[in-house]
Structures are given as structure tokens and as C-alpha cells.
T-cell receptor
Framework: RKEVEQDPGPFNVPEGATVAFNCTYS??????FFWYRQDCRKEPKLLMS???SGNEDGRFTAQLNRASQYISLLIRDSKLSDSATYLC??????????FGQGTTLQVKP | NAGVTQTPKFQVLKTGQSMTLQCAQD?????MSWYRQDPGMGLRLIHY???????DQGEVPNGYNVSRSTTEDFPLRLLSAAPSQTSVYFC???????????FGPGTRLTVL
């Protein structure tokens, strides 16, 4: 079992749609959680950290469920510019970042 | 303020050749790391450094060496390139550890 698992997609949605991605992690002692965004053939960039109480940044909402060991990312009112691969990232209890393989989102006009 | 720079952008090597991938940052970050990204897999940590003079192995260190003589630079050396090292290599830095890392633009390496 991979330490961090994501559905690779692709998720194809129309502009204006709401889309949600989930990510599961295997190490219950994991410390911190993040979503990164990676555009095609570009470097990953931090989208947002994920806090236990959940957090929101504009159209993006991240949730953490420690009991079930999953993280989610919700994108509301999708824009064409949201098309990218979204990487779920977990910092384990040794301090290392573990990356999921990513979920690809394609927003269509 | 260039952030994190990597050179070269592209490289083709023959099996057995050696080379150094360069990474430089101007953000005065103590933490630097090297990852490789392969299709269908998440980024995997090769080596990392928590400050000048200190390096440690990540998940996939075999075949790679690093050194950290200055805060700014963190080169990655391939000792004897193998086709399995064909990948995209990213350098990343963090102000206070691996959280909130800034990635360089990557080096696309092909080993024939």
C-alpha cells in the first residue's frame, strides 16, 4: 500500500462546477498535511496547508479527517486556470514529506 | 530575487557518465532538498540538508551524492548514470524545514 494515495483522474469538469479530491495516508502518526499544485511540465507550488479544523482560501477548502486518515480539497466555481495536477503531501513522524502521485483536473469551457 | 534556480534545464547522458545538477537559492533558507519525479509516482526524496555542512539521505539516495558547502548551493552528483535515473529532478528549499517548500523549475534528465 502506498503511504499517500490519490485517484490520478483525470477529473473533467465544466467551468463553474464544484469538484472534490480525496487523499488517504497510511501513517497515523503523520504530522502535517498540504496540497500542492503542479502545472504541466512545471514545478510544484504550495496551494495550502491543511489544518485539523479545516481551512478555506477563496474558492479552495481543505479538510483533514485524522480518524479516517484522509484529506480533501474542494474547489468551488472552477476556472479554466484551475486545470493542473493537485498533489497531496504528508509530513510523516520522521519529518520527511511524502508526496501522492497527484490528481489531474481538467476544467472545460 | 531569483528564488530557486536549477541548471541545466535538460540533459542527455550516456550510461556510465557522471554529471552534477546545480541548485542555487537566494532566499537564505537553511533547508534544501532534491527530489525525483517519475510518471505514476509521487516525488521521492533523494537527499536533503538542514544547513551548510549537513546532509542526509532521503528515500532513494543510491547512485547520488550531495554536498552543502554554502547556504546558497546544493549540487546533486550522479556518479555513474544509469537508465533508471532518467527522471525529472527538482530542488526545493524551506525556511524552517520541509514544510512550505519552494521548488526550482526542474532538470529533465535522460540516460541512454
Amino acid at each position: 500500500r502506498k503511504e499517500v494515495e490519490q485517484d490520478p483522474g483525470p477529473f473533467n469538469v465544466p467551468e463553474g462546477a464544484t469538484v472534490a479530491f480525496n487523499c488517504t495516508y497510511s501513517n497515523s502518526a503523520s504530522q502535517s498535511f498540504f496540497w500542492y499544485r503542479q502545472d504541466c511540465r512545471k514545478e510544484p507550488k504550495l496551494l495550502m496547508s491543511v489544518y485539523s479544523s479545516g481551512n478555506e482560501d477563496g474558492r479552495f477548502t481543505a479538510q483533514l479527517n485524522r480518524a479516517s486518515q484522509y484529506i480533501s480539497l474542494l474547489i468551488r466555481d472552477s476556472k479554466l486556470s484551475d486545470s493542473a495536477t493537485y498533489l497531496c503531501v504528508v509530513r510523516d513522524n520522521t519529518g520527511k514529506l511524502i508526496f501522492g502521485q497527484g490528481t489531474t483536473l481538467q476544467v472545460k469551457p | 530575487n531569483a528564488g530557486v534556480t536549477q541548471t541545466p534545464k535538460f540533459q542527455v547522458l550516456k550510461t556510465g557518465q557522471s554529471m552534477t545538477l546545480q541548485c542555487a537559492q537566494d532566499m537564505n533558507h537553511e533547508y534544501m532538498s532534491w527530489y525525483r519525479q517519475d510518471p505514476g509516482m509521487g516525488l521521492r526524496l533523494i537527499h536533503y540538508s538542514v544547513g551548510a555542512g549537513i546532509t542526509d539521505q532521503g528515500e532513494v539516495p543510491n547512485g547520488y551524492n550531495v554536498s552543502r558547502s554554502t547556504t546558497e548551493d546544493f549540487p546533486l552528483r550522479l556518479l555513474s548514470a544509469a537508465p533508471s535515473q532518467t527522471s525529472v529532478y527538482f530542488c526545493a528549499t524551506g525556511a524552517s524545514g520541509p514544510d512550505t517548500q519552494y521548488f526550482g523549475p526542474g532538470t529533465r534528465l535522460t540516460v541512454l
